[in-house]
């Protein structure tokens, strides 16, 4: 009888979280040769059972295979599991979340310590590993020999983009994008907030707000566009003036209605400024400026 899973990359992960047992399953389910190791054993049991060996330490689940997948807490962790494993001549990919600076420090360990780095940035959540559909990925910045080497192993638990040979990138990637989701998420508060004592439906406000962001979303486009000419007027739909004009109407909206404007306030302050320095027929990409000391 032959296994399909002998001519798989063999894989080591190391941490078995909600995202690294998601991870594990997929390499699994792929037919890859996996050797799992986490700090608490009894999470690796159910791993164990479905064809993962489980090593009893994180060296040896180190010295398992050439490449090793770490995806833990923090960087904090990822110093604690490796300190006293031999990473020469080890592929690290590590899935850690992280800031640039901390990547960039990990890239330097490893390759000190004789491995070659990668560093990932995770934009899916667990159940979207190994679900091709679900538009999760990786951003993957470092080591491009290395991220040539694994494309292909990488891509079975999510999409891989690749950001760059700074390993600092991935991680600068992840950190922009979920602070868009953060602002995104700032703005369906402060939308929802403003309907909370009213006799409307939250669940009748979802889809417009959905969708609103949706047609508003590729605006970002324009903001590219205008920063890589250094025209902030270039295509402008909206001007800054018009906007700005309209912005007591938003905030005595909120007053009205009871809500706290601290979540827009601090952006419309902005926008006055901008309009002060002489901004009033760009966009608001002016304001990208003003927060880049
Ligand atoms: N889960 C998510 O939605 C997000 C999606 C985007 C990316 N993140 C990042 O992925 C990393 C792992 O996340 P996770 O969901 O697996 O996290 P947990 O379920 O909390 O598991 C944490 C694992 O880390 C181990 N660990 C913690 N501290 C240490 C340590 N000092 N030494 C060794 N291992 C450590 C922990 O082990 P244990 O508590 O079971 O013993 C878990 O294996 C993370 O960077 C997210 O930001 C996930």
């Given at each position: 009888?032959?296994?399909?899973?002998?001519?798989?990359?063999?894989?080591?992960?190391?941490g078995l979280g909600a995202m690294g047992t998601a991870l594990a399953r997929a390499w699994l389910a792929a037919g890859h040769p996996l050797t799992v190791w986490n700090r608490?054993?009894?999470?690796?049991?159910?791993?164990?059972?479905?064809?993962?060996k489980v090593a009893d330490s994180a060296a040896d689940a180190v010295a398992a295979s050439a490449l090793v997948?770490?995806?833990?807490?923090?960087?904090?962790s990822v110093q604690e599991a490796l300190a006293g494993a031999?990473?020469?001549?080890?592929?690290?990919?590590?899935?850690?979340?992280?800031?640039?600076?901390q990547a960039r420090e990990r890239a330097d360990w490893a390759r000190e310590r004789g491995a070659r780095y990668l560093d990932g940035g995770i934009m899916?959540?667990?159940?979207?590993?190994?679900?091709p559909e679900s538009g999760g990925y990786v951003f993957y910045s470092g080591s491009p020999e290395l991220f040539d080497r694994h494309r292909?192993?990488?891509?079975?638990?999510?999409?891989?983009?690749?950001?760059?040979?700074?390993?600092?990138f991935a991680a600068l990637h992840d950190v922009a994008l979920l602070s868009a989701?953060?602002?995104?998420?700032?703005?369906?508060?402060?939308?929802?907030?403003?309907?909370?004592?009213?006799?409307?439906?939250?669940?009748s406000l979802a889809p417009l707000l959905a969708d609103w962001l949706v047609a508003m979303a590729p605006a970002v486009h324009r903001t590219a566009d205008q920063l890589r000419s250094g025209d902030y007027t270039r295509g402008v739909v909206s001007t800054l003036a018009m906007q700005?004009?309209?912005?007591?109407a938003f905030l005595s909206t909120a007053e009205q209605q009871g809500v706290s404007p601290e979540l827009l306030s601090p952006y419309f302050a902005l926008m006055r400024r901008r309009l002060a320095e002489g901004g009033g027929e760009e966009d608001l990409t002016g304001v990208i400026d003003l927060l880049v000391r």
């Open positions: 009888m032959t296994y399909n899973t002998v001519e798989k990359t063999p894989v080591t992960l190391l608490t054993a009894p999470r690796a049991r159910p791993l164990a059972a479905e064809g993962a997948v770490v995806c833990l807490l923090d960087d904090a031999d990473l020469a001549g080890r592929d690290l990919v590590n899935l850690t979340t992280s800031t640039p600076a899916a959540v667990p159940p979207m590993i190994g679900v292909d192993t990488l891509a079975v638990p999510a999409g891989t983009v690749y950001v760059g040979r700074d390993a600092g989701m953060y602002g995104m998420f700032a703005g369906a508060a402060h939308a929802f907030a403003l309907i909370r004592k009213e006799d409307i439906d939250p669940a700005a004009a309209g912005t007591p």
